[in-house]
């Protein structure tokens, strides 16, 4: 089956898209305490069924490997990642750091290392507090409420229950007959439904959704990969998020077209899925395994 499925008014008043209002945060369906937005159509029911249908002996990976120079989200000033060494063997006896003297130094080799860089590195889930509209963010939390010094108090990604779903890949890559899309092309209503069509799938409240752009197949050029990137339009982010899709990825950086078609937002899906649908997002997802594979669903 494929093209949009019937939703029932009462599943329609769980998702928060039906009920958004431009550029303007929503209170969450699911009370004024909700950290996760349409997380929370997750069940332990959903799980057991998809369990039983999935193969656990066949998994794929669709995360990156952190390397040195690998591209990483800079345009706004923040550090790429970086990986050094805070202890060797050699050094350990040498400087004796923690104090047991140069034989047990020479006995045990002790190695350990530092990470550092900017969360927008390699794939990731961006949580529902990443963007807001003046000052709040989902479900009407404010800066001057629930803001520390450190981190968001509230929407974080410890608040994250395991998702266990049904993935759902849009291979629009496929759909135009070309490896990749074109720089800044606009994934809108008319690529989802055809991808649909096509693929003979249909998002569903509770799934997943991936969209191939075809990104992943220039990794790990930075220049090829950061630059102009294709992705959701506004368009292309509603239906999905009033489809029902619990969680949004893509094999780009950052998911949505770029630079932005709207003058005004220079981040239009970002805001509209985290501030108005309440539907976070995963970033640099390798969805080239599950493309070659010909998986529609996951």
């Given at each position: 089956?494929?093209?949009?499925?019937?939703?029932?008014?009462?599943?329609?008043?769980?998702?928060?898209?039906h009920a958004a209002t431009f550029r303007?945060?929503?209170?969450?369906?699911?009370?004024?305490?909700?950290?996760?937005?349409?997380?929370?159509?997750?069940?332990?029911?959903?799980?057991?069924?998809?369990?039983?249908?999935?193969?656990?002996?066949?998994?794929?990976?669709?995360?990156v490997d952190y390397f040195l120079g690998m591209p990483s989200w800079a345009a706004t000033g923040d550090?790429?990642?970086?990986?050094?060494?805070?202890?060797?063997?050699?050094?350990?006896?040498?400087?004796?750091?923690?104090?047991?003297?140069?034989?047990?130094?020479?006995?045990?080799?002790?190695?350990?290392?530092?990470?550092?860089?900017?969360?927008?590195c390699g794939t990731h889930i961006d949580t529902l507090n990443h963007f807001g509209y003046h000052n709040e963010i989902w479900n009407g939390y404010h800066v001057d409420d629930y803001l520390g010094s450190r981190h968001w108090r509230v929407c974080g990604a410890e608040r994250i229950p395991p998702i266990m779903a049904r993935g759902v890949l849009l291979d629009i890559t496929r759909l135009h007959g070309v490896d990749m899309l074109p720089p800044s092309y606009g994934i809108g209503r008319r690529d989802i439904e055809d991808a649909e069509h096509r693929q003979g799938v249909s998002v569903s409240p509770g799934d997943v959704v991936f969209i191939r752009t075809g990104?992943?197949?220039?990794?790990?050029?930075?220049?090829?990969?950061?630059?102009?990137?294709?992705?959701?339009?506004?368009?292309?982010?509603?239906?999905?998020?009033?489809?029902?899709?619990?969680?949004?990825?893509?094999?780009?950086?950052?998911?949505?077209?770029?630079?932005?078609?709207?003058?005004?937002?220079w981040q239009v899906v970002h805001t509209f899925l985290f501030a108005e649908a309440g539907v976070p997002i995963m970033e640099v997802v390798d969805l080239e395994e599950v493309a070659r594979e010909g998986l529609s669903e996951f």
């Open positions: 089956m494929c093209g949009p499925m019937p939703i029932s008014q009462a599943t329609k008043d769980r998702i928060a898209a303007q945060v929503t209170h969450s369906p699911f009370g004024a305490d909700d950290e996760i937005g349409m997380l929370n159509l997750l069940s332990p029911d959903r799980a057991r069924a998809l369990a039983a249908r999935a193969d656990f002996g066949h998994i794929l990976d669709l995360s550090p790429p990642y970086q990986i050094w060494m805070s202890h060797t063997p050699r050094g350990t006896v040498r400087d004796d750091p923690a104090g047991v003297g140069i034989a047990q130094n020479e006995l045990v080799s002790y190695s350990g290392d530092q990470v550092a860089m900017y969360t927008h990104r992943m197949t220039v990794w790990p050029d930075p220049d090829a990969f950061m630059t102009n990137e294709p992705g959701l339009n506004r368009e292309g982010a509603e239906y999905l998020a009033r489809a029902g899709a619990v969680l949004i990825g893509a094999d780009n950086l950052g998911v949505e077209q770029l630079p932005s078609a709207d003058p005004e937002n």
